[in-house]
């Protein structure tokens, strides 16, 4: 049996803590090489974004106080912010504990508008003592091929900005940070970004791009999320350009079929993340994403956290098995049975970390 170090150097990967210079990274200049890597995978996957807006402004539209079984303050609010091409605007629902104060809250991007919805346990939530802001992701930009002429995307040049929608979803949910820091329930630095597959792949960008999260929850990711691309089983970078293009900026084309020419893999996603907190989430009949190379990205991200004299990925020396779940350092992991799906089961693995 392969030790895992060995399972990761048959990967062949683009060393982590080495500038592109060749440089090689320290404790002191973590943060330069976090924000290499941003770029990096801006530049050849995610695409780049506008600047974040000089303001936010939000409005309520509803309102339901003692929700949930007198749990809950439920509040339907619209943001609006500037664009290049005027202003633009998207609803969200805020669920709040009642009469919180510093209480930890999920920004989570989710499928359907739906409150609560298959994949947002509310009550769950509320009582863990944490609060949720539901974003939907049609709602940004439509999760389909339309030439990049709705919602977001239409708001700005792409010829200026690269952007697939990844990355328009998660500027979406900069902006509901931006709202965070105005309001006095949220505990400021316990504020996670959570998400399912397409949108687990969001939540990881969104994190790495915007410090201010101090978790990200990547539910069942997978490819071009936190699984490793080099020598994936499951869907690979020429099948996922292959169907979903509009998810990346175009550049990223260019790989399918080469992954062992990428100057960066999906750890460098995971670890741009460092020093703060990631929890990874998969599933064992999920082999489109690949649970072996999810857990071999965290292996190789660990370094990062490291680095700073953190524990990063504390696991054992073999690949996961079902039941598995490692949380004892920065980067958790989990492993439950069943198919790709945001389950409760995740959803509690996510609650007791923030
Ligand atoms: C699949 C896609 C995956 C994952 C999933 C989802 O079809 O190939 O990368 O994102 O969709 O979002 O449910």
């Given at each position: 049996m392969n030790t895992i170090e060995e399972l990761l150097q048959k990967r062949k990967l683009p060393e982590l803590l080495r500038f592109a210079n060749g440089e090689s990274v320290t404790r002191e200049n973590w943060e330069t090489r976090r924000k290499e890597l941003v770029d990096i995978l801006c530049r050849e996957v995610y695409g780049y974004a506008p600047p974040a807006p000089a303001h936010v402004v939000v409005t309520e539209t509803k309102r339901k106080d003692k929700d949930y079984a007198g749990k809950g303050t439920v509040r339907n609010l619209t943001l609006s912010f500037p664009t290049d091409k005027g202003e633009f605007s998207f609803p969200v629902v805020e669920v709040v504990p009642t009469?919180?104060?510093?209480?930890?809250?999920?920004?989570?991007?989710?499928?359907?508008?739906?409150?609560?919805?298959?994949?947002?346990?509310?009550?769950?939530?509320?009582?863990?003592?944490?609060?949720?802001?539901?974003?939907?992701?049609?709602?940004?930009?439509?999760?389909?091929?339309?030439g990049f002429t709705g919602g977001l995307a239409a708001m700005y040049d792409r010829k200026k900005y690269t952007w697939g929608k990844i990355r328009m979803w998660a500027f979406a949910a900069s902006r509901v940070m931006d709202y965070l820091q105005t309001v006095d329930y949220a505990d400021k630095n316990r504020i996670a970004v959570v998400g399912h597959s397409r949108l687990g792949k969001t939540a990881l960008v969104t994190a790495a791009t915007d410090p201010r999260f101090a978790m990200a929850c990547a539910n069942d990711s997978g490819c071009t999320g936190d699984a490793l691309?080099?020598?994936?089983?499951?869907?690979?970078?020429?099948?996922?350009?292959?169907?979903?293009?509009?998810?990346?900026?175009?550049?990223?084309?260019?790989?399918?079929?080469?992954?062992?020419?990428?100057?960066?893999?999906?750890?460098?996603?995971?670890?741009?993340?460092?020093?703060?907190?990631?929890?990874?989430?998969?599933?064992?009949?999920d082999t489109w994403?690949?649970?072996?190379?999810?857990?071999?990205?965290?292996?190789?991200?660990?370094?990062?956290?490291?680095?700073?004299?953190?524990?990063?990925?504390v696991h054992p020396d073999r690949l996961p098995v079902p039941g598995d779940c490692f949380d004892a350092g920065s980067v958790a992991f989990h492993l439950r049975e069943g198919t790709h799906f945001f389950s409760r089961t995740d959803w509690h693995r996510y609650l007791c970390l923030i």
């Open positions: 009469d919180a104060g510093n209480c930890p809250v999920f920004v989570h991007v989710n499928f359907r508008p739906d409150v609560p919805d298959r994949y947002l346990p509310i009550e769950e939530i509320l009582d863990a003592g944490c609060g949720v802001i539901r974003i939907y992701y049609n709602d940004i930009a439509f999760d389909g091929e339309d691309s080099r020598d994936k089983v499951g869907e690979s970078v020429k099948a996922i350009n292959g169907k979903f293009p509009y998810w990346f900026c175009d550049t990223y084309r260019q790989y399918g079929d080469r992954e062992h020419e990428m100057p960066f893999d999906q750890h460098f996603l995971v670890a741009a993340i460092a020093p703060r907190r990631v929890a990874l989430g998969s599933a064992v009949e994403a690949d649970p072996d190379s999810q857990y071999l990205s965290a292996c190789a991200a660990s370094a990062a956290w490291e680095l700073l004299g953190e524990k990063g990925f």
